[in-house]
């Protein structure tokens, strides 16, 4: 299952994770799957995540088996006297700790990590908790649920009578995993550039607020017209959702007028394709059930495979929506990595391999779960290898972001590539975004209304702003040779870049790897396809709703029975962001130390399987399709989605254990309950969950959601108001953390902006520049960079190879007017 550890781009980092989450055994299996050498400290029962199910035929539970393959196991007894000297001594030979203590102490050891800090400046420590150190929200019990309702990811999903729709469980620790790896991977960089170690700490809840962002922001410019209208429906597009065909279910995302055209003509509808009222996203919106009933019989005509195959010839962006048996059917998963062989015990079955696909040094391809107490056979062949070298020690972080000095030049448009590119910026790097005067960023408007050029709409787009602040922003016409020249001067100088477009759009421009690592051997890049440049789908447009219809999650959401449902309007987006961050820092890492750059070829479909590998696990072990939870949960009981007074008001709730089982009985009135010895296992719960479920929705009917969330909060039972995405403007405790930063730009204004989840202080990074108007940076970067002169700028911009205005369409070529 196992390549050789030497192989591995990570094999000389040492990595220590205490505690238990999901998220910080998530970070530290990412580090695992490069070959670090992760000892995962644990009581003598073991991590608690042991527990959590799903669980396989042997009673294994397969999402421990996802967050911790590979991994070595050590057990430190905390009522044994030498177990802070021995947790001290552990982490004092590590070179990162991932700490989830806060989550769940997991019986380890108190230990002062300042003081080792002290005596290992070098230390990289990450701390991990459910809302941050302070705020309202700071001691709140919670799950992966009531955070996700609590940052707005739960009431726009589902009816519209309510109860909104959520799955139950496996992804605030994703989101958190992913922020968590790159806060550590960004130190190792910088610890390689002469830096100290650096101390993070991670709130889960601003984490998981990474998909709501656009959402939030969308609704600081609109105000509050956001509301749940239904399943597999999504404001601000429409449709964009999952459809019944004939055989199999088909995933629909038509987004701009051209895509909205062929769609119809390709359904034999052109009469709706045509119609001037269903001609933009608003438009439809407001006729939904109208199309839906000329849509849905007509895609009965024929199979999911047929439509695929006929929206692959038009370039329409539908897909596939997988069963978990199909997914483990399909050989392209396996030979990529996406779907890896995974050992827990005696049993042998698939999980979720690293998505983080490099070409030079990639992940390892499967591995086993430790048993409580088990090392790894490879761990003590990396304890005689170097860590990463540093290239000073002592030095200080007081001034310098990580990535201070790396160089990024952002290809990528909408919201996965910029994300990923923010980030990177957003820890330090110089980011240059690129686009044209002919065809900017798509994400500055799809539906453009008249006067979008002439009024320069494209530069207000809220979006457009959150995704691409501290980037400086640059033009080049890359379909002539004056621009692809200087963005080949542009590539030499530059650490990384980033591409988002089809897979052959950059090589057809004459940007692939193989030219540019001719012209740049240490240059990092990553192209970030829907599925991969090698796929038998590698033509297939995409969005992120594409993404998540294609991973199979909306087969494992909702009810027993029901429909497949999608949990979000773009949920592939920041999630392959944060995923290509992850990936392009690992490979920046070897490139530090090799001098040799790389090709990352991000499938971002893949992206989002993890989401669902506890199923794929148990699937691939008895057969059996996962069962449907709908908002109820696999070990929780109850769990569920309780109204309360007030129209369309919602709190989730969830017991843990048998003790928040109590409290949460005495609370709502039923002593009985709570004093019944036989009610203390989930086990006898479910057979009156229906019971448990009215008697708790009678006493939050009585209460509006805040209020039921904070009783429920003073007797400590998990409990989280399901919010929508404009709340988070106002939410009292983001405003105590200050995680929302006021900037002005041009053309927008004064608007907040989102913080990283990840904080070295007591207050975010600051945002140190908004977003770049079109083109804004360009003498700039052509003069100081590139060392042109005013003249030969003058030139290029009067021949439209730059500028600072998008060119109206009908002075753009005829075969690119015909394309928008």
Same mark, same amino acid.
């Given at each position: 299952?196992?390549? *050789? ?5 990570? *094999? ?180 390689? #550039? ?142 990529? $990595? ?10 042998? /079955? ?14 390892? #391809?499967? /591995? ?12 003590? &062949? ?74 320069? &709409? ?51 421009? $004459? ?16 192209? &970030? ?18 993404? %998540? ?45 090799? $001098? ?23 699937? *691939? ?138 904080? %070295? ?21 052509? *003069? ?26 009908? %002075? ?9």
């Amino acid at each position: 299952m196992k390549l *050789s550890p030497q192989l591995e781009v990570l *094999s000389d980092l040492r990595v220590v994770e205490i505690g238990s989450s999901a998220g910080t055994s998530y970070c530290a299996r990412l580090f695992a799957d490069f070959g670090a050498d992760v000892q995962k400290v644990e009581p003598p029962a073991g991590d608690p995540l042991r527990q959590s199910a799903p669980l396989t035929p042997g009673g294994q539970s397969a999402w421990f088996a996802f967050l911790n393959f590979n991994k070595s196991s050590v057990i430190i007894d905390s009522t044994d006297q030498d177990a802070i000297t021995r947790l001290t001594a552990l982490i004092e030979d590590c070179d990162i700790v991932i700490d989830g203590r806060d989550v769940d102490s997991a019986d380890c050891s108190a230990i002062d990590i300042s003081a080792i800090r002290q005596r290992r400046s070098d230390l990289i420590y990450l701390e991990a908790s459910w809302f941050g150190g302070a705020g309202p929200y700071a001691r709140f019990a919670a799950t992966d649920s009531t955070v996700r309702a609590l940052t707005g990811l739960v009431k726009l999903v589902g009816p519209p009578e309510g109860p909104p729709s959520h799955a139950p469980d496996f992804q605030a620790g994703i989101f958190a995993g992913l922020w968590a790896f790159i806060a550590a991977a960004s130190s190792a960089v910088a610890r390689m #550039q002469g830096g100290t170690g650096r101390s993070w700490s991670l709130s889960i809840f601003e984490a998981t607020l990474t998909p709501t962002e656009y959402l939030m922001f969308d609704a600081f410019a609109r105000g509050d017209v956001m509301r749940r209208i239904g399943i597999n429906r999504f404001w601000p597009n429409f449709p964009v959702g999952i459809y019944e065909t004939k055989k199999g279910w088909l995933g629909v995302s038509t987004v701009t007028p051209k895509q909205w055209r062929e769609f119809c003509e390709m359904l034999g509808l052109s009469e709706l394709g045509d119609d001037p009222d269903l001609a933009s996203n608003e438009g439809r919106l407001q006729h939904m059930d109208q199309i839906d009933g000329q849509f849905i019989p007509r895609l009965k005509t024929r199979t999911a495979q047929e439509w695929f195959a006929e929206g692959l010839k038009r370039k329409l962006p539908v897909v596939l929506v997988p069963q978990v048996s199909e997914l483990l059917q399909d050989a392209e998963k396996m030979v990529s $990595g996406a779907i890896v062989p995974v050992r827990l015990g005696e049993e042998e /079955g698939k999980t979720v391999g690293s998505v983080q696909r490099l070409t030079l040094t990639p992940p390892l #391809q499967g /591995g086993d779960v430790p048993a409580v107490g088990e090392q790894q056979p490879f761990a003590a &062949m990396r304890s005689i290898e170097p860590s990463i070298p540093l290239t000073s020690s002592g030095g200080n972080n007081a001034c310098r972001l990580p990535l201070q000095g790396i160089r990024v030049v952002d290809f990528s448009m909408g919201w996965a590539g910029p994300l990923c590119a923010r980030t990177l910026a957003d820890l330090g790097a110089d980011v240059i975004k690129i686009e044209a005067i002919q065809y900017p960023d798509w994400w500055r408007g799809v539906d453009r209304p008249p006067g979008y050029v002439e009024d320069r &709409m494209y530069e207000k787009a809220p979006c457009f702003c959150i995704m691409n602040r501290n980037k400086r922003g640059m033009t080049l016409d890359l379909k002539r040779p004056e621009g692809l020249a200087l963005a080949k001067r542009l590539l030499t100088k530059a650490d990384i870049a980033v591409g988002n477009y089809s897979v052959d759009v950059l090589p057809k421009l $004459g940007l692939g790897y193989d030219v540019l690592r001719a012209l740049n051997p240490r240059l990092v890049m990553m192209s &970030m396809s829907a599925f991969g440049s090698y796929s038998v789908h590698r033509d297939c447009r995409a969005y992120g709703s594409t993404l %998540e219809q294609g991973s199979g999650l909306p087969n494992v959401v909702g009810r027993a029975g029901g429909i497949p449902v999608m949990s979000h309007i773009a949920f592939g987006d920041p999630v392959g962001g944060l995923n290509g961050c992850a990936a392009v820092l690992v490979a920046l890492i070897h490139a530090r130390k090799t $001098g040799q750059g790389q090709f990352i070829d991000l499938a971002q479909v893949e992206c989002m399987m993890p989401f669902i590998a506890p199923w794929i696990t148990v699937h *691939s072990l008895d057969g059996m399709q996962p069962p449907r939870y709908g908002n109820r949960h696999p070990q929780y009981v109850p769990h569920g989605c309780f109204r309360c007074a007030g129209e369309d008001n919602w709190v989730i709730v969830a017991a843990t254990d048998a003790g928040m089982w109590q409290r949460l009985a005495t609370i709502i009135g039923r002593p009985d309950w709570a004093k019944d010895p036989s009610l203390n296992s989930p086990e006898a719960r479910r057979a009156i969950e229906d019971d448990i479920e009215r008697g708790i929705e009678a006493w939050t009917l009585a209460r509006d959601p805040d209020q039921a969330m904070l009783e429920l909060q003073s007797v400590r039972v998990a409990a989280g108001v399901a919010r929508l995405p404009i709340d988070m403007l106002k939410d009292p405790h983001l405003s105590s953390r200050a995680f929302l930063q006021e900037v002005n730009r041009a053309f927008v204004g004064v608007h907040p902006q989102p913080s990283m989840p990840i904080r %070295e202080n007591a207050t975010p990074y600051p945002i140190r520049t908004a977003a770049p108007t079109l083109g804004q940076h360009n003498a700039e970067i052509l *003069s100081e960079l590139l060392g042109l002169s005013d003249s030969e700028i003058e030139q290029l911009a009067t021949d439209h190879i730059i500028g600072t205005s998008m060119l109206p369409e009908a %002075e753009l070529p005829h075969a690119e007017r015909t394309a928008n």
